[in-house]
């Protein structure tokens, strides 16, 4: 069984810097992309931040200069660096990935069960 787990939320002030982890377990064949979505209430869960294989990236032009997000494929890990946080940054942070289980031809969706980021003012 595969799990995707996040850490590294917290609380805050605004522009601090805060850095999340996203850890894959489990028996995993292979790992594509991966990326940070991010959730307030009432509104749609939006990409922030992916990044494929070959390590290209894109980010959300709200975070773009702030953000850097990476990945450590011998640790199935992936990060998110998020440096000079504003109160419009607060959310829940989930994880992504589109994992290949040992076994399987196809990859599934996985979602870590989110953090939460608070940014004061």
């Known amino acids: 069984q595969v799990q995707v787990v996040e850490s590294g939320g917290g609380l805050v002030q605004a522009g601090g810097s805060l850095r999340l982890s996203c850890a894959a377990s489990?028996?995993?064949?292979?790992?594509?992309?991966m990326a940070w979505y991010r959730q307030t209430p009432g509104k749609q869960r939006e990409l922030v931040a992916g990044?494929?294989?070959?390590?290209?990236?894109n980010y959300a032009d709200s975070v773009k200069g702030r953000f850097t997000i990476s990945r450590d494929n011998a640790k199935n890990t992936m990060y998110l660096q998020m440096n000079g946080l504003k109160p419009e940054d607060t959310a829940t942070y989930y994880c992504?990935?589109?994992?290949?289980?040992?076994?399987?031809?196809?990859?599934?969706?996985?979602w870590g069960q989110g953090t939460q980021v608070t940014v004061s003012s």
């Open positions: 489990g028996r995993i064949s292979r790992i594509y992309t």
């Open positions: 992504y990935a589109a994992i290949r289980e040992q076994g399987y031809s196809e990859s599934i969706d996985y």
């Open positions: 990044i494929v294989t070959d390590d290209r990236t």
